[in-house]
């Protein structure tokens, strides 16, 4: 893996730039040189030594740090795989070397052989093998377009896994508008872009690296039509990631908090407070889940919570009210349920118009005709309230005030 991130780095990085661009500004001057008569052939001469210093000043001084890549789980347990590469590109083996190159692959099919893969019927010696598009191409898979290069990986039953190694910031700019609307305001977008980062580099640095492209982790779904916009909005706060004391926040954020977000321990009870307790939100008011209302037979909750029967429900509330646990009252034994628990069964096998959009219950009630509750919110609760952010931006803040709000006591920190 690391051979595949220090090329992608090189390929995507800086350098490179820097270099096409003094190589036009030489090969311009070089022109001049063959071309011209004495007076700008000494102007030309100039252009080049004065490239030269350039050269040499911008390689040996301070430059923009690479962003590190970022995996992410497009699919597994595949028996083929569907790719186009519209462009110059290679196949690399996990060490770096080149299995297969050519100028574009229209319609490639990688399948499992007995050992190893192949690619359009031509054996590949791998089991795990990079599809890197040379220069910026994107490459095309099940009718989505990425950015970076798609690792397959054949696994000990013979079936495939498919990865996008991709530049984080460029990752970033795939994720963003599937995680908020892209008609909210900018400096909310921008909030959201520190959020997503932040929860990326937490995952790069504890436990399983792949990111999942779903909601598991964040939606992603490789480069859109509005990704030029996406690029800007995250551009703005390249390289910025949340910290509590030199660590990487686990920076939740969710959709609406409903008037207040919720202290992380008391919903995922492994994650420390700092930068993650529970402030009031007066700013998601817009937000169309801000109240609801939801009913279930009694009877149908029992069954989907488990129990025999409901016939109260009792509810442990934090200092802002929020629905913390339920402990569910019947003829059998009491249960006691965490919030997102009994969401969970509540919503199990449920229609749209049935779920618990989160799960705090301002108002609860057991009668004859049913569970009714009164709730506001859409979410977990912790962290950034997406709505309340938008809220924010039309009052004016700034992405780094929003930020400053829901994370209070996290420090902004520049890694790349
Ligand atoms: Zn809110």
Known sequence: MAVDRVRARVRRGVLPLVRAGLDRLVG???RLVRGAGEPRRGAALAVLAAAAALTAVRCAGPRRSAAPDVEVLLDRDLSSVEVALPGPYRVLDARGGTLADGARLKSGRLRARDRGLDLNGVP?????VLLAPEDDVELAYKGRTYAGDLRVRRDARGRLEVVNVV????YLAGVLFSEMPANFPDEALRAQAVAARTYARYRLEHGEKLLRATDADQVYGGTTRLQERARALVAASRGLVLEVGGEPLCSYFMSTCGGAT???????????????????????????????TRTLAAGELARRLGVKEVAAIDVERDKFGHAIRFTVRGSGENRTFQGLDFRRAWNDGAGKEEQLPSPWARQL??????VRIDGAGFGHGVGLCQYGAAGQAKAG????EIIGHYYRGAQLVKRW
Do not use: H, I, N
């Open 28 to 30: 311009t001057a070089r």
């Open 124 to 128: 590949l010696t791998a089991e795990t």
């Open 167 to 170: 530049d984080v910031e460029e």
């Open 262 to 292: 919720v202290d992380a321990p008391l919903v995922f009870t492994q994650t420390p407070k700092a930068g993650l307790a529970g402030v009031a939100c007066d700013f998601c008011r817009e937000s169309p889940k801000y109240r609801w």
């Open 365 to 370: 009630e057991v009668t004859r005709g049913g």
């Open 397 to 400: 803040r700034g992405w780094r």
